[in-house]
Each structure stands twice: as structure tokens, then as C-alpha cells.
């Protein structure tokens, strides 16, 4: 297995960022097949440090006052579901089954949560009915020529005689 070396430092994820030099590469610790993925782990785990940090960077209180009911339930989703991914991570990492552990029952619990707010988004999204224009589209597609009356003067309607 590899043997990654530790750069020392605070961050939000803990007290050292592991990175990944080209010194590392040319040892033949760890197969080469797998290069290419933990590289892209390693800038998946940067990116989370990232935005972890433009996040608590912000009080939570603050955050929420700027925005809407519904925007501070998805932020609060988001945020439930991205711990407890961290978490079956953590689980595997661990060399237990996250699929066993209640972390499973909590994902799709918010997940579902999740599918709600999306159908309310959805809702406020969809076109409103016009109910006069509604009608008016109604009245003129199926409109049928009603019989002439008596009482209406009749357009002289000429015949050709042969």
C-alpha cells in the first residue's frame, strides 16, 4: 500500500493535509493502476476542504437571515446530507459496511426530504393558469356556427343561372 507523506497544518477537515508529490509516484508502493484515482480523490478532498471552509467561515445564524424559508430548508438538507456522506466514508475508510449502519436509514430519510422541497420547487416553478385565457382558447377552438336566425337580415346570396 502507499505510504503518503503528511504536510503539517491546520485546516478545517483536522491538524494535516495530505498531499501527494512526484516522489511518491516513482516509489512503488502502491499499483500504479490506481494513480490516477486517488489523485482525483485527493482533489475531491481538497474541493470539500474548500467550500467546508467558505462555510463555517459565515455564522449560521447570519447565513440563515438572508434567505427565504425554503432556501434555508435546502441549505439545512445539503448540509445534513453532506455529514452523513462524509460519515459512510469515514465508515468505509474504516473497514466497516455503511450499507448496516443507521447512517443508511439517515441518508434516505433526507434524501426524502430532499425529493419534497424539490416538488415544491417544481410547483413554484410550473406556468399558472389563466382561467379567462383558459376559456377564451376553449370558446374559439370549439366554436360551431350557429343556424341563421329569421330575424338577422340575410346576405343576398347569389345563383348563377345557366
Known amino acids: 500500500m502507499c505510504q503518503l507523506p503528511i504536510e503539517k497544518g491546520e485546516t478545517s477537515l483536522g491538524p494535516a493535509v495530505i498531499r501527494m508529490t512526484e516522489d511518491d509516484i516513482t516509489g512503488e508502493e502502491y499499483p500504479m493502476e490506481i494513480h490516477d484515482y486517488l489523485l482525483a480523490f485527493e ?24 434567505l427565504d424559508p425554503l432556501e434555508q430548508a435546502k441549505l439545512d438538507l445539503v448540509s445534513a446530507y453532506t455529514l452523513n456522506s ?11 459496511n455503511p450499507k448496516e449502519h443507521p447512517v443508511k436509514q439517515e441518508l434516505e430519510r ?3 426530504y430532499m425529493n419534497r422541497v424539490k416538488e415544491i420547487t417544481d410547483k413554484k416553478k410550473a406556468a399558472k ?12 377552438a370549439l366554436w360551431e356556427p350557429k343556424p341563421e336566425d329569421d330575424s338577422r337580415p340575410r346576405k343576398k346570396q347569389r345563383k348563377k343561372e345557366k
Do not use: H, P
Open 43 to 66: 482533489n475531491s478532498l481538497a474541493s470539500v476542504d474548500e467550500i467546508l471552509t467558505t462555510m463555517m467561515s459565515v455564522s449560521r445564524s447570519e447565513l440563515l437571515q438572508k
Open 86 to 96: 462524509l460519515f459512510w466514508v469515514y465508515l468505509a475508510t474504516q473497514g466497516m
Open 110 to 112: 433526507v434524501r426524502t
Open 129 to 140: 393558469l389563466d382561467k379567462g385565457a383558459a376559456s377564451r382558447f376553449l370558446r374559439n
